[in-house]
């Protein structure tokens, strides 16, 4: 197994969004004591194709033995490089009411390289307080904040109503990426990242999937 | 516009994420004091054509008249009986550390159906407490509680070591769906429904566009 110096940043979104599944099953592999994989053995678990597999770990410029497959430690190493888990990325929370506190919350995030510094609100029951030990402070300090702490992510969990202008707040204010955690479709400009997950139209999806099922069991 | 009795269920995954879109969109709209809106005035905000935006509420059998376009009280109305948002879906929470912890305390499912009941753990420092008033059983007490309740729904944020195992026990337990948090890709029967939400993919891509777009500013 080799790996170049210069791994490849176009990767297409469907494969990094794979990425992190191979990281997950290799890590459970290194646990039970195993030291090497082939991308057979991981296609057979995670239900997509050796040859996708393989490609895939391609773009992260890493290529497996013949008859050997690829080295575990290794590859968790170079994976967990360069899917960003290792490095920290620095994110305020923008809207602190029941997710954005809960998000606050979950300490699992700083594992996976995402250091929430700050929340901020409008409310005076949340202003002041920490949660996590995280400081929660008002959004009109957010400029004067972020001019010292230099955020790169506004996770973005205020009410649907404000939050493309909260988005926009938070890009005059230097934050390069916005993670939209409403159910409001955002605008951003072509230089800023927008990742949306909306826990919503998950619900709406997994929903709709049982109504299916339960009208098909009656036939 | 008219809408019929039987809506089509058979709605493609893209469509049904969508239209959470359109309905919090629509919403604003209402709150502004608008009564009707073309596809055209939607596609605009949302980024999706008005043709697309058409067909996929077509699938609500939903149209909209010429020139006065949909009818926003009616189409909010059809659009959450349709995506199951005014509907209660019982759910458990199988893990309540810190992702499990954090969704437990999140009141803000609720108004999108889905009503979590109880969480379940291992470990002696979460069972027998409380969290935003839902308690936290052991997981060995999950089959008698299930039961009773039948809960359709399994969230799951256990520890990726544990994830299909727990997951199959859930299924043989009754649920219907689960929802993964785990970056772990597990797999469930065909009659099961599995909605995968991975934060951490999608911090993935985030933090990957960032680096792409860092570079590029650097050329």
């Known amino acids: ?11 297409p979104e469907p494969a990094l969004r794979r990425l992190p599944w191979y990281l997950s099953y290799i890590k459970l592999l290194k646990k039970k004591g195993q030291t090497h994989v082939s991308s057979t053995q991981i ?15 391609s773009y992260v410029k ?13 590859l968790i190493d170079v ?8 490095s920290q990325h620095k994110a305020v929370i923008l809207g602190v009411g029941s997710l954005g506190g809960a998000l606050l919350g979950d300490s699992g995030l700083e594992q996976f390289g995402l250091k929430i510094f ?3 609100d409008v409310s005076d029951g949340v202003i002041g307080c920490k949660i996590n030990d ?23 969990t205020v ?55 339960a009208s098909n069991s009656k036939k």
Chains 1, 2 share one sequence.
Do not use: C
Request: glycine letters at 4%; a neutral charge.
């Open 159 to 213: 009410p649907p109503d404000n939050a493309q202008e909260v988005a926009d707040f938070a890009i005059k204010n230097g934050v390069r990426a916005i993670w939209n955690f409403t159910p409001f479709r955002i605008r951003v400009p072509e230089h800023i990242v927008l990742q949306n997950t909306s826990l919503y139209a998950h619900l709406a999806v997994m929903f709709n999937r049982l109504s299916v099922n």
């Open 118 to 120: 700050a929340g901020f």
């Open 1 to 11: 197994m080799h790996t170049s110096s210069i791994p490849n940043w176009n990767v």
């Open 43 to 57: 296609a057979k678990k995670i239900n997509v194709s050796s040859t996708q597999i393989a490609k895939d770990l």
């Open 79 to 86: 994976l967990e490089t360069f899917l960003g888990f290792t």
């Open 134 to 156: 995280i400081p929660v402070y008002h959004i009109d300090d957010f400029a004067k904040y972020n001019n010292k702490i230099d955020a790169d992510i506004a996770i973005l």
């Open 62 to 74: 890493i290529s497996g033995k013949t008859r050997v497959g690829y080295e575990i430690s290794l």
